[in-house]
């Protein structure tokens, strides 16, 4: 099982990045895929997930109207589009599945990539 997170980079406040998210190695389709991060000096923090079968979506109240995921299952792919970026946002950003619908708990996923990095600059 693979998943390979990329996009990262240094941006400022109120910029945009987008991250993406290649899985490879289990049932893509079948999966939620989600989004978490770590800052700095910070607790691990829920993000987004989308789920496998109807694209519905859950947001963190800190994210919400500002980030969007999305997931190609054909090319087995999450992305994780991030706009209006608050220095707040700086973090190590990671890519998971899980097999439940729209799991907002890190404890219910199963996978996990290698995390990208996120600076959001004042």
């Known amino acids: 099982v693979q998943l390979q997170a990329s996009g990262g980079g240094s941006v400022q406040a109120g910029g945009s990045l987008t991250l993406s998210c290649a899985a490879s190695?289990?049932?893509?389709?079948?999966?939620?895929m989600g989004w978490f991060r770590q800052g700095p000096g910070k607790e691990w923090e829920f993000v987004a997930t989308?789920?496998?079968?109807?694209?519905?979506?859950h947001y963190a109240d800190s994210v919400k109207g500002r980030f969007t995921i999305s997931r190609d299952n054909a090319n087995n792919t999450v992305s994780l589009q991030m706009d209006s970026l608050k220095p707040e946002d700086t973090a190590i950003y990671f890519c998971?599945?899980?097999?439940?619908?729209?799991?907002?708990?890190?404890?219910?996923?199963?996978?996990w990539g290698q995390g990208t990095q996120v600076t959001v600059s004042s």
């Open positions: 190695g289990f049932n893509f389709g079948t999966y939620a």
């Open positions: 998971a599945a899980a097999p439940g619908f729209v799991p907002d708990r890190s404890s219910l996923y199963k996978f």
């Open positions: 989308c789920a496998w079968s109807d694209g519905t979506t």
